[in-house]
């Protein structure tokens, strides 16, 4: 079998999940309780056999080095790594990565690559469960030079994503990137099963996922020009001079690139829906810390995730998330929200912070998201009580309607938000 290498990109500098990402980059950004967003991909490659693993960093890639360090060791014996790839000043080049294409161009010479080898490139920020084994298979069957992974989406939601329009031998003849207008979406719009796969009710596009398989040959090809980003460039390029094609992928996938689909997306894990397995089959891995358990004392506890390592009294939880390590009070209501938790226990005999890390007793919070280490007082109210859309305040903001508690802020007892 000829040999898969995959490449990790850990993202750009995350504007749009901000705060979540002003201490850390995209892929380290916490999700259900207790993994990052760069699990996923890693563990996808892991149960599809696929174990030369590279990741791409750039921007605030501390925690994210840390975190893949410490999770994906594997014994002497086993020629399995996931390797970390920072961005680096060179003789020939000595600016940050430009886009997605180049920051592949440039870590090239890092990989070894064979002609014969396979690229599967990934990004460090999306949820989905899938079997790349099967993807690669596509590939090899159709003799593509490159494969797009794509989702159905609602023509109402194109304007977000990449588009293919592919024939009936799956070869994609057009690309159009974040299409504006239905005008601009004309021959992009499909109905029915496309060629035996199961897709959306009505009207549907095909979106790329960011998920692409190149032959290493021509990846090297693609990449000795100037363009800098695969969706606004390579991809559409390379249909003109390369035989690409176009892999249905049908079933479960979120780009968790905003705080709105981040906060959604942990809601859907609270509530159990069954989109993505996180349980049961081991299919997501990620940091062992050896905790202690959860410690619940007379809580009222409904449609929530409780990690490991906290400590929650006499409060009502519901529709939340609670992470690792979270210290939550007595008689605190929390309904909607994700705590993040806390990196370490304090040690209160020897603090003189006024506030202790975690909720403090008679906090309500609603609708929220609480970063990591987060002191928040007694008697605290964050719920948004003025409606507002977006706004930044002080230790807080409002993104999308949903208040931010950022890493490491203070609120005071019996703050109003």
């Given amino acids: 079998m000829k040999r898969v290498v995959a ?12 705060p979540l990402t002003e201490y850390r980059s995209k892929p380290a950004v916490p999700i259900a309780a207790k993994y990052r967003l760069i699990d996923i991909p890693i563990s996808n490659c892991l149960h599809s056999n696929i174990k030369d693993i590279y990741v791409l960093t750039q921007f605030n890639s501390e925690s994210l080095n840390n975190h893949i360090n410490n999770t994906y060791r594997f014994d002497y014996f086993s020629r399995a790594f996931v390797r970390i790839l920072a961005a680096e000043q060179t ?20 990989l070894n690559l064979k002609n014969d080898d396979i690229v599967l490139i990934l990004s460090g920020d999306h949820l989905y469960n899938m079997d ?10 159709h003799n593509a030079d490159f494969t797009v ?56 596009c095909l979106a790329s996922m960011g998920v692409y398989v190149f032959n290493a040959e021509v990846l090297k090809k693609v990449l000795e020009g100037s363009d ?43 509530s159990g829906k069954s989109y993505m397995s996180f349980f049961y089959d081991g299919s997501v891995f990620t940091r062992p810390r050896f905790l202690p358990v959860a410690r619940i004392l007379k809580c009222g506890i409904e449609k929530s995730i409780i990690s490991e390592g906290s400590v929650i009294t006499l409060a009502k ?19 909607r929200t994700v705590l993040m938790g806390a990196d370490y226990y304090e040690d ?9 890390i975690g909720i403090g007793d008679g906090t309500v919070i609603d609708k929220a998201i609480v970063d990591k280490n987060a002191r928040i007082g007694r008697n605290v109210v964050i719920r948004n009580s003025d409606k507002l859309k977006n706004f930044d305040g002080d230790n807080y903001f409002i993104r999308d309607s949903i208040v931010i508690i950022p890493k490491n802020a203070v609120i005071k007892d019996g703050t109003r938000i």
């Fill in 91 to 110: 003789v020939d080049n000595t600016n940050w990565f430009q886009g997605t294409a180049d920051a592949v161009r440039r870590n090239l010479f890092h």
């Fill in 132 to 141: 790349y084994r099967r993807l690669v298979s596509f590939h090899s069957k």
């Fill in 228 to 270: 800098a980003d695969f969706g606004k460039e390579v991809i559409p390029n390379s249909i003109k001079n390369y035989n690409g094609v176009g892999y249905i992928f049908d079933d479960y996938w979120r780009d968790v690139g905003t705080i709105k689909s981040f906060y959604e997306v942990n809601m859907d894990l609270a």
């Fill in 149 to 204: 992974s794509v989702i159905p989406v609602k023509p109402s939601e194109a304007d977000e994503f990449g588009v293919i329009r592919i024939n009936r031998e799956d070869r994609i003849v057009s690309f159009k990137e974040k299409p504006k207008s239905r005008d601009e979406l004309k021959g992009f719009v499909f109905k029915g099963d496309m060629y035996g796969v199961k897709t959306l009710p009505g009207s549907y």
């Fill in 7 to 18: 490449l990790i990109l850990g993202g750009g500098q995350g504007k749009r999940l901000f």
């Fill in 348 to 356: 209160l005999s020897s603090s003189d912070e006024p506030v202790r």
């Fill in 317 to 335: 939880i519901s529709n939340s998330i609670i992470g690792l390590r979270s210290i939550v009070g007595k008689n605190c209501k929390i309904s």
